[in-house]
C-alpha cells in the first residue's frame, strides 16, 4: 500500500514583538481548540500516522500479545490492614480497569466491592480515580474520578454499609480528599481557570455543595495548594508551596470547625515538610525536613505550642553526600527516605534513642519506595522494591528485628531475569562532570555496535527516573535492545545540586548531558548512531526537541511523548495551565535574559532546514500539562523545514489527557506501538 502525502498546515503567521525581538509564528492557530479545521488537521494526521505505520501492524499486534502474556491479568494487590478491615485491589482477566475491594475481619471473610472502575468506565473511553478515601470508622468512602483525561475530578460518597451514593458530589476537584475525625466533615482542593489547586473547602455530609465554607484561598499564581492527613490522625495538613518555597498549615483533625495553624510562614527559597508524631505518654513534636542552611535537606524537631522556625532543634543533621528525601513518623521509628550516589535508600531510626540503620537491598543497582503504612502504632513497615532486572516487589520489614519478609513479587511469564543483566556507567559531561547511566541487557550481548539501544531521560524540576522493572520493555530486550536511562543534571538523582544545576539559566546542561550519554554508549560499543533511538516524555519531550535541534547525527529515531516544546509562548502566557508556577524551573520570559536563554533551546524556535532522525510525537487533545498545540505546531514546522525523507509522525489520542490511554490494554496498545515504530527504525 502507498503512503499518502503527509498533511501540511495552512500557514496563518502571527507576529510576537518582545523585548525587541521579532518572532512569526506560522502555526499559532492550532492553538483553537474548538475551531473544525484543527480538528480536521489532527485527524489527518492520525490518518497519515497510522497509514504510515500499516507495514508494522503484524508486530504491533505480536508486541501486545508478548505484552499482555506477560502479566498476570487476574491478580490482586497485598491487602492493607486498618481497623478491622483488610482493604487490596484486584484485576480480572479481559477487563481494563482496577476493582477495589476490603474483607472485614479477616482474609478468609466475604468480599465487598466499593468501586470497581470497570463499571464505572461502561460508555465511556477514559475513567481514572484520583481520590479514595475511607472515612476514620470505615463506614463512607469519598472517592473521585476523571472520565477524560483532564484532571477534572468529580468526587462521590458512598455509603459502605448500604452500597448508596449520597447526594453529595462535587465537581471539578483535585487530587486530595480527606476526612475529618467526626466521619461528617470531608476536606477537598478545587482548580483555578490555569488548573492550579488554590481553595481548600469544607464541605459537611447532607449539606449543599454550593455552600460548602472555603477554608483557605491562595492567591499566588505560582503556588499549588493540596491536603493530606498525618499518620497520627491527629491533623490535617494544608500545604502550599512552589518548586522552591513552601508553608504548611495544620487543621484539627477532631474540631469540624478548625482554622489553619501555620507552621511557618513561607521565606523565599525555603523549603520544609511537615510530619507530626505523639509518643506512647501524649508527648507531641513536628518533624520538620527543610533545606534552611542545607542544600540537601536535614531533619529539625518543632513543638506544637511554637512550631516556627526560630524554635526549630537539629535531629538529623545535613550530610553533603546524602539528600533528606522526606520523613515517616511512626510510634516507635521514625523512617527516613535519603538518596545517595544517585540511589534510594531507606534509613530506619529509634524515636526515643536516636539508633539508626538502613535496609540492606540484594542488587547493587536498585529503587526503593515506601509502601501503604496507615497504621501508626506499627512496629513493621512496608516498602517496594525493583531494579531494571527485578519486577515489583513488596517487603514487610520488622523495624526492630530487622528481619523482612516478602509478601509479594510481581508474576512475569516467560521471564527470566538471569538472562540479563544491569549496570550503571559513567558518562563525561562537556564541562567534565560524570553523569550516571543505568543499562539492562541481554546477558550474552556483544559490545561490538550494533545492538539497537533506547536511551531514556527526563531531567527537569528535581524529579529521578530510578532504575526500575518493566515487563512490557522485555519485548525490547528479547529482540537484542539496550535500554539505558541517563540521569542527566536537572534531575534529582545525585542530590539537590544536581536539580539545581539543569535549571534555569543553567538549563543546557540537561540537553548537553544527555548528547554526552549517547556519546559514552556509541563509544564504549554499546550501539552507534544507525540504531540508537531516544525517547522522553514531557519535559523529557523537551528534551527530545532540543537534543534533535542539537545533534540529529547521533540518533535514528526518537519519541517525544506529550512534548514541552513551545517553551517561548508557552512561558509568556499566563493563561495557559500551569504557566505561573514553571517559571521557578524555566524562568520568566518576561526577563530577557531569560527570554533570549529560553529562545536559544526552545525546540519549535529553533527547528533548522537539515536532516532529522525519524521522530514520532505524540500528544492528547484534553491534556492540561502540556497542550495538545505544543507538539501539533512542532510537528507543522518540522515538515515544512526537514531535509530528509525519514518518518515525521503525529499521533493524537482525541480522549485522553497527559497521562495516555487509561485502560491497561489500551495502554498496551499504545506501548506496542511506540515499540514497533522503534523496531522499524532499527532495522
Not at 165 to 192: A, C, F, I, M, S
Not at 664 to 681: G, K, N, P, V
Request: with cysteine; proline share 6%; charged share 25%.
Amino acid at each position: 500500500m502507498t503512503t499518502p502525502a503527509p498533511p501540511i498546515a495552512p500557514v496563518k503567521p502571527v507576529e510576537f514583538v518582545n523585548h525587541g525581538d521579532r518572532r512569526v509564528d506560522p502555526y499559532y492557530w492550532l492553538r483553537e481548540r474548538e475551531n473544525p479545521e484543527m480538528l480536521a488537521y489532527l485527524e489527518a494526521e492520525n490518518a497519515y500516522t497510522s497509514a504510515s505505520m500499516a507495514h508494522t501492524d503484524g508486530l504491533q499486534k505480536e508486541l501486545f500479545a508478548e505484552m499482555k502474556g506477560r502479566i498476570k491479568e487476574t491478580d490482586e494487590s497485598v491487602p492493607v490492614e486498618k481497623d478491622g478491615y483488610f482493604y487490596y485491589r484486584r484485576t480480572e482477566e479481559g477487563k481494563q480497569y482496577a476493582i477495589y475491594c476490603r474483607k472485614a475481619g479477616s482474609l478468609d471473610a466475604s468480599e465487598e466491592v466499593l468501586v470497581d472502575l470497570n463499571v464505572e468506565a461502561e460508555g465511556k473511553g477514559y475513567m481514572r480515580l484520583g481520590n479514595f478515601s475511607v472515612s476514620p470508622d470505615q463506614r463512607l468512602l469519598a472517592y473521585a474520578l476523571d472520565d477524560n483525561g483532564s484532571e477534572n475530578y468529580t468526587l462521590r460518597v458512598k455509603n459502605l454499609e448500604t452500597g448508596a451514593l449520597l447526594p453529595d458530589e462535587v465537581t471539578k476537584t483535585y487530587y486530595g480528599l480527606d476526612w475529618g475525625n467526626d466521619n461528617r466533615t470531608l476536606y477537598y482542593t478545587v482548580l483555578d481557570a490555569a488548573m492550579r489547586p488554590y481553595k481548600l473547602f469544607r464541605h459537611r455530609l447532607g449539606s449543599d455543595v454550593a455552600t460548602d465554607e472555603l477554608i483557605f484561598h491562595e492567591p499566588d499564581a505560582s503556588c499549588f495548594l493540596s491536603i493530606s492527613k498525618t499518620k497520627t490522625e491527629r491533623f490535617l495538613i494544608v500545604h502550599l508551596g512552589n518548586a522552591v518555597t513552601d508553608e504548611v498549615h495544620l487543621l484539627d483533625a477532631d474540631d469540624p470547625n478548625a482554622q489553619p495553624r501555620v507552621v511557618q510562614p513561607r521565606i523565599h527559597q525555603m523549603e520544609y515538610g511537615v510530619e507530626h508524631h505523639r509518643d506512647g505518654a501524649g508527648n507531641e513534636k513536628l518533624y520538620i525536613t527543610t533545606n534552611w542552611e542545607a542544600e540537601n535537606f536535614r531533619v529539625m524537631t518543632a513543638p506544637m505550642d511554637a512550631p516556627g522556625q526560630a524554635n526549630w532543634r537539629e535531629f538529623i543533621p545535613h550530610r553533603p553526600a546524602v539528600k533528606v528525601d522526606q520523613v515517616e513518623a511512626f510510634l516507635d521509628f521514625l523512617v527516613v527516605y535519603e538518596r545517595e550516589a544517585g540511589l534510594r535508600q531507606i534509613r530506619v531510626q529509634d524515636a526515643q534513642s536516636g539508633d539508626f540503620h538502613r535496609i540492606e537491598q540484594p542488587e547493587p543497582v536498585f529503587t526503593v519506595s515506601g509502601g501503604e503504612n496507615p497504621n501508626y502504632a506499627s512496629r513493621t513497615f512496608r516498602y517496594g522494591y525493583t531494579s531494571l532486572v527485578s519486577p515489583p516487589t513488596v517487603f514487610d520489614y520488622a523495624m526492630d528485628s530487622r528481619q523482612r519478609e516478602m509478601k509479594k513479587q510481581d508474576e512475569v511469564k516467560g521471564y527470566n531475569p538471569d538472562d540479563y543483566r544491569a549496570e550503571r556507567v559513567w558518562a563525561t559531561a562537556s564541562d567534565g562532570v560524570q553523569v550516571p547511566v543505568s543499562l539492562v541487557y541481554p546477558k550474552n550481548l556483544v559490545r561490538d555496535g550494533s545492538n539497537p539501544t533506547l536511551l531514556y531521560a527526563y531531567g527537569s524540576y528535581g524529579a529521578s527516573i530510578d532504575p526500575s522493572f518493566s515487563s512490557s520493555r522485555v519485548s525490547l530486550l528479547q529482540r537484542g535492545f539496550v535500554y539505558a536511562i541517563a540521569h542527566i543534571r536537572g534531575g534529582g538523582e545525585m542530590g539537590r545540586a544536581w536539580k539545581e544545576e539543569g535549571k534555569l539559566l543553567k538549563k543546557m546542561n540537561t540537553f548537553t548531558d544527555f548528547n554526552a550519554a549517547a556519546e559514552h554508549l556509541i563509544a564504549a560499543g554499546y550501539t552507534r548512531p544507525e540504531k540508537l533511538a531516544a525517547m522522553g516524555r514531557s519535559a523529557g519531550g523537551l528534551l527530545m526537541g532540543v537534543v534533535v535541534n542539537l545533534r540529529p547525527d547521533l540518533f535514528r529515531a526518537v519519541i517525544a511523548g506529550v512534548p514541552f516544546v513551545d517553551v517561548i509562548n508557552t512561558m509568556l502566557d499566563a493563561s495557559i495551565p500551569l504557566t505561573v508556577g514553571e517559571w521557578e524551573e524555566w524562568g520568566n520570559p518576561a526577563d530577557p535574559e531569560y527570554y533570549a536563554y529560553m529562545k536559544s533551546y526552545s525546540p519549535y524556535d529553533n527547528v533548522a532546514e537539515k536532516a532529522y532522525p525519524a521522530i514520532l510525537a505524540t500528544a492528547g487533545l484534553n491534556d492540561p500539562r502540556v497542550q495538545y498545540w505544543e507538539p501539533a505546531k512542532w510537528v507543522a514546522l518540522l515538515r515544512t523545514r526537514k531535509t530528509d525523507d525519514n518518518p515525521l509522525l503525529l499521533k493524537t489520542n482525541m480522549g485522553a489527557g497527559h497521562g495516555g490511554a487509561s485502560g491497561r490494554y489500551d495502554y498496551l496498545e499504545e506501548t506496542a506501538f511506540e515499540y514497533a515504530f522503534l523496531i522499524d527504525q532499527a532495522g
